[in-house]
Protein backbone atom coordinates (compact mmCIF):
# COMPACT_ATOMS: atom_id res chain seq x y z
CA UNK A 1 0.00 0.00 0.00
CA UNK A 2 1.35 3.47 -1.36
CA UNK A 3 1.82 5.29 2.11
CA UNK A 4 2.67 9.25 1.61
CA UNK A 5 4.13 11.17 4.57
CA UNK A 6 4.22 15.06 5.01
CA UNK A 7 5.89 17.04 6.93
CA UNK A 8 7.42 20.71 7.38
CA UNK A 9 4.42 22.48 9.02
CA UNK A 10 4.24 24.67 11.88
CA UNK A 11 2.98 28.23 13.09
CA UNK A 12 4.62 31.49 11.09
CA UNK A 13 3.93 34.83 11.57
CA UNK A 14 1.59 36.42 8.17
CA UNK A 15 4.72 36.93 5.34
CA UNK A 16 7.03 34.28 6.54
CA UNK A 17 8.05 31.53 4.79
CA UNK A 18 7.85 27.66 5.33
CA UNK A 19 9.44 24.44 3.50
CA UNK A 20 7.25 21.26 3.11
CA UNK A 21 7.55 17.66 1.90
CA UNK A 22 5.99 14.91 1.18
CA UNK A 23 7.98 11.24 1.16
CA UNK A 24 6.27 8.51 -0.37
CA UNK A 25 9.20 5.60 1.62
CA UNK A 26 7.50 2.31 0.78
CA UNK A 27 7.36 3.30 -3.44
CA UNK A 28 10.29 2.79 -5.84
CA UNK A 29 11.80 4.56 -7.67
CA UNK A 30 10.71 3.62 -10.96
CA UNK A 31 7.16 4.32 -10.05
CA UNK A 32 7.54 7.35 -8.39
CA UNK A 33 9.73 9.15 -11.28
CA UNK A 34 6.54 9.09 -13.66
CA UNK A 35 3.93 10.17 -11.50
CA UNK A 36 2.12 13.54 -11.89
CA UNK A 37 2.40 15.02 -8.55
CA UNK A 38 0.43 18.03 -6.09
CA UNK A 39 -0.21 19.20 -3.14
CA UNK A 40 -3.43 20.45 -1.80
CA UNK A 41 -4.46 22.44 1.24
CA UNK A 42 -8.25 21.66 3.31
CA UNK A 43 -9.36 23.63 5.88
CA UNK A 44 -12.58 22.78 8.09
CA UNK A 45 -16.14 22.85 6.09
CA UNK A 46 -14.12 23.30 2.75
CA UNK A 47 -13.16 21.22 -0.07
CA UNK A 48 -9.45 20.29 -0.67
CA UNK A 49 -8.00 22.29 -3.10
CA UNK A 50 -5.15 21.63 -5.13
CA UNK A 51 -2.71 24.69 -5.17
CA UNK A 52 0.23 23.19 -6.80
CA UNK A 53 1.47 20.53 -9.46
CA UNK A 54 4.65 19.24 -11.41
CA UNK A 55 4.97 16.43 -13.71
CA UNK A 56 7.50 14.24 -14.40
CA UNK A 57 9.60 16.36 -16.50
CA UNK A 58 9.27 19.01 -13.48
CA UNK A 59 6.43 21.51 -15.59
CA UNK A 60 4.38 23.32 -12.55
CA UNK A 61 1.24 24.78 -12.21
CA UNK A 62 -0.36 27.03 -9.34
CA UNK A 63 -3.71 28.05 -8.53
CA UNK A 64 -3.81 31.47 -8.87
CA UNK A 65 -4.24 31.92 -4.99
CA UNK A 66 -0.74 30.91 -4.46
CA UNK A 67 1.17 31.57 -7.90
CA UNK A 68 4.07 33.62 -7.67
CA UNK A 69 4.41 32.85 -3.49
CA UNK A 70 4.81 29.02 -3.73
CA UNK A 71 7.18 26.70 -5.42
CA UNK A 72 6.79 23.29 -6.12
CA UNK A 73 9.76 20.63 -6.60
CA UNK A 74 10.65 17.15 -6.91
CA UNK A 75 13.49 14.83 -5.99
CA UNK A 76 13.00 11.12 -7.81
CA UNK A 77 15.90 10.43 -6.08
CA UNK A 78 14.47 11.12 -2.96
CA UNK A 79 10.62 10.40 -4.01
CA UNK A 80 10.02 13.86 -2.60
CA UNK A 81 7.79 16.35 -3.39
CA UNK A 82 8.35 19.65 -2.10
CA UNK A 83 6.48 23.24 -1.46
CA UNK A 84 8.11 26.20 -0.89
CA UNK A 85 5.55 28.80 0.60
CA UNK A 86 6.47 32.56 0.76
CA UNK A 87 5.02 35.42 1.85
CA UNK A 88 2.24 33.06 3.75
CA UNK A 89 -0.90 34.75 4.79
CA UNK A 90 -3.61 34.06 7.08
CA UNK A 91 -6.00 32.63 4.73
CA UNK A 92 -3.00 30.10 3.92
CA UNK A 93 -3.72 28.65 7.07
CA UNK A 94 -5.20 24.83 6.30
CA UNK A 95 -4.01 20.90 6.65
CA UNK A 96 -1.69 20.47 3.39
CA UNK A 97 -1.02 16.71 1.88
CA UNK A 98 -0.32 15.51 -1.49
CA UNK A 99 -1.09 13.28 -3.70
CA UNK A 100 -0.21 12.06 -7.13
CA UNK A 101 -2.83 12.91 -10.02
CA UNK A 102 -4.21 10.70 -12.85
CA UNK A 103 -4.52 11.67 -16.53
CA UNK A 104 -8.28 12.96 -15.37
CA UNK A 105 -7.34 15.17 -12.55
CA UNK A 106 -8.41 12.40 -9.93
CA UNK A 107 -6.02 11.70 -6.82
CA UNK A 108 -4.47 8.20 -7.10
CA UNK A 109 -3.59 6.84 -3.63
CA UNK A 110 -5.16 7.23 0.12
CA UNK A 111 -4.51 10.41 1.81
CA UNK A 112 -2.17 10.95 4.49
CA UNK A 113 -1.74 12.72 7.62
CA UNK A 114 -1.13 16.08 6.17
CA UNK A 115 0.56 18.89 7.76
CA UNK A 116 -0.58 21.63 9.68
CA UNK A 117 0.23 25.23 8.58
CA UNK A 118 -0.64 27.95 10.82
CA UNK A 119 -0.35 31.44 9.52
CA UNK A 120 -0.80 34.07 12.83
CA UNK A 121 0.60 36.73 14.27
Known amino acids: QVQLKESGGGLVQPGGSLRLSCVAP???????????MGWYRQTPGKERELVAS???????DYADSVRGRFTISRDNSRKTVYLRMSDLKPEDTAVYSC????????????WGQGTQVTVSS
Open 99 to 110: NALTSSNEVKYD
Open 26 to 36: RMIFSTFSPLL
Open 54 to 60: ITPDKTT
